[in-house]
C-alpha cells in the first residue's frame, strides 16, 4: 500500500511541473522585462543593419551594371555613327544623289 501512494503523488507532480515552469518563465519574464525589451531592441538593430549591409551591396552591384551599360551604349552609338558615316560615303560616290537624298531623308539630317 506504501508504494501506490507515491506513485499516484509523483504522477500529480509530473502533470504540474510543465505548468509551472511555464508560470515560472512568465515570472521571470516580468522581473527582467527590461532585458528583455533591451533584447528585442538590439536584435531588431542587427537585424536591419545586415538589411542595410545587403541594400549597401546591391547598389554597389548596381552601380557597376550601369556603368557596363554606359560602356556599351558608348560603343553601340560609336557603331551606329561608323555605319552612318559609311553609308554617306558610298550616297557621296553615287553620281545621281537619290541614295544621299534617301539617307538624309531616313537620318532627318540636313547636310
Request: no cysteine; charged share 25%; hydrophobic share 35%.
Amino acid at each position: 500500500m506504501g508504494s501506490p501512494s507515491p506513485s499516484s503523488s509523483s504522477s500529480s507532480i509530473g502533470a504540474e511541473t510543465p505548468k509551472k515552469t511555464t508560470v515560472s518563465l512568465f515570472r521571470n519574464a516580468m522581473k527582467r522585462k527590461h532585458s528583455f525589451i533591451q533584447f528585442f531592441a538590439m536584435s531588431g538593430i542587427l537585424f536591419l543593419s545586415v538589411r542595410s549591409l545587403g541594400q549597401k551591396y546591391r547598389i554597389y552591384d548596381l552601380q557597376e551594371d550601369m556603368a557596363a551599360l554606359q560602356d556599351e551604349q558608348r560603343s553601340l552609338t560609336d557603331r551606329i555613327n561608323h555605319i552612318k558615316s559609311s553609308l554617306r560615303h558610298e550616297a557621296s560616290l553615287d553620281s545621281s544623289g537619290i541614295f544621299a537624298s534617301r539617307l538624309r531623308r531616313l537620318f532627318g539630317d540636313d547636310q
